[in-house]
């Protein structure tokens, strides 16, 4: 029986966006927000840690604020 590994990664990353476990939306964000193992993407990333901050996980606010502060920096950096 031959595995799909890329499907079975997809699965498991629509099950943490969808879940209620703070902790695990926010780790997910994490994941979005340095590209360990998927794509780089701030707005995932932000909407992850969104929904951890709404459960009152704090990090999840900090994770925030900091690709806020990425972000901001890059685009002074593009503007020079």
Request: aromatic residues 12%; contains cysteine; positive net charge.
């Amino acid at each position: 029986m031959k595995r799909d590994v890329k499907n079975t990664l997809n699965f498991a990353q629509m099950k943490r966006k969808n879940s209620s476990i703070s902790s695990t939306q926010y780790n997910l964000g994490l994941k979005y927000k340095i590209g360990d193992g998927i794509k780089k993407d701030y707005f995932e990333a932000v909407k992850c840690s969104t929904k951890a901050a709404n459960q009152c996980y704090t990090v999840g606010n900090y994770n925030i604020g900091v690709i806020y502060t990425n972000i901001k920096y890059l685009v002074k950096l593009m503007l020079n």
